[in-house]
């Protein structure tokens, strides 16, 4: 049985950082592709960062170019968003997402994670 584990999230002030953590039970990471999802309230879900040992990083978002970066640790089954400069816009929940295949692409992600609730706030 394939579970997906976030982690890491909570209230941080503007111009603060946090790092999520995703933790992959029951498949290895090496050759797929994890991306990180958020979704804030009355909004769509939007696809964040996404890491691939094949392809290497994907920035869905331009956004947090410069202020988040995505890591895997494929040992510990463990894929990292460290988010930087933390803005209030960036206040939704986060969901770590593992893809059918080592590609990117928005559409082929099987498993997903509860999500962890980032908040920005003064």
């Known amino acids: 049985q394939v579970q997906v584990v976030e982690s890491g999230g909570g209230l941080v002030q503007p111009g603060g950082s946090l790092r999520l953590s995703c933790v992959v039970s029951?498949?290895?990471?090496?050759?797929?592709?994890i991306g990180w999802f958020r979704q804030a309230p009355g909004k769509e879900r939007e696809g964040v960062l996404c890491?691939?040992?094949?392809?290497?990083?994907?920035y869905y978002l331009d956004s947090v170019k410069g202020r988040f970066t995505i890591s895997r640790d494929n040992a510990k089954n463990t894929v990292y968003l460290q988010m930087n400069s933390l803005k209030l816009e960036d206040t939704a929940v986060y969901y770590c997402?593992?893809?059918?295949?080592?590609?990117?692409?928005?559409?082929?992600?099987?498993?997903w994670g509860q999500g962890t609730q980032v908040t920005v706030s003064s």
């Open positions: 997402a593992a893809s059918s295949s080592s590609k990117c692409d928005f559409e082929s992600f099987d498993f």
């Open positions: 029951g498949l290895t990471l090496d050759f797929r592709a």
């Open positions: 890491i691939s040992a094949t392809y290497g990083v994907t």
